[in-house]
T-cell receptor, first 117, second 117 residues
């Protein structure tokens, strides 16, 4: 049973560059989430997909951020014109669709740590 | 408004002792779920335990139990017989139907637990 996989684990980039992260969810999970976590804080929700449809985006997700999940499997998160404030851990999570049930935990990947210099 | 509050930035506990990590939450939705996650220094988020708002009994999973006091809106995590490997950040999280889709989790700021010899 493979878990959620994220690539790369670490990314160092210069301010102004574009970066793209990839997330491969657990194969039978049709819900996929992106979170951002800064030092000393809890994860903050960025966006959520059910299959290929992006159903919710946080106000934290500025127009420099875009996420896709084109075939309802893996997802990419792109940050354009990176800023130093974008430095954080970017976490991807997945869960099965379970109707109105509230009890499905999110299964997280190991994250991509972004450092913008 | 803060939906999840963890007031203990850091806690110490001796090995083999029990420890309680506090979590209070705020929602007007009668249907919600509460989760606890562990985040070791390696960064992955590990799901520990779940409590549903309609569950009559406190959740337990091995050495983890949840002290759920609905009227007080608290969901404290109790770790019994602490082990050195329990040293980590612990996050409380909630899912309800009031903040966008009834899917994402909202996290607290976490409590860093240090288990000592």
């Amino acid at each position: 049973d493979t878990g959620v996989s994220q690539d790369p684990r670490h990314k160092i980039t210069k301010r102004g560059q574009n970066v793209t992260f990839r997330c491969d969810p657990i194969s039978e999970h049709n819900r996929l989430y992106w979170y951002r976590q800064t030092l000393g804080q809890g994860p903050e929700f960025l966006t959520y997909f059910q299959n290929e449809a992006q159903l919710e985006k946080s106000r934290l997700l500025s127009d420099r951020f875009s996420a896709e999940r084109p075939k309802g499997s893996f997802s990419t998160l792109e940050i354009q014109r990176t800023e130093q404030g974008d430095s954080a851990m970017y976490l991807c999570a997945s869960s099965p669709s379970s109707g109105s049930s509230y009890n499905s935990p999110l299964h997280f990947g190991n994250g991509t740590r972004l450092t913008v210099t | 408004a803060q939906k999840i509050t963890q007031t203990q930035p850091g806690m110490f506990v001796q090995e083999k002792e029990a420890v309680t990590l506090d979590c209070t939450y705020d929602t007007s939705d009668p249907s919600y779920g509460l989760f606890w996650y562990k985040q070791p220094s390696s960064g992955e988020m590990i799901f520990l335990i779940y409590q549903g708002s309609y569950d009559q009994q406190n959740a337990t999973e091995g050495r983890y139990s949840l002290n759920f006091q609905k009227a007080r809106k608290s969901a404290n995590l109790v770790i019994s017989a602490s082990q050195l490997g329990d040293s980590a950040m612990y996050f409380c999280a909630m899912r309800d139907g009031l903040t966008g889709t009834a899917s994402k989790l909202t996290f607290g700021t976490g409590t860093r637990l240090q288990v000592t010899l």
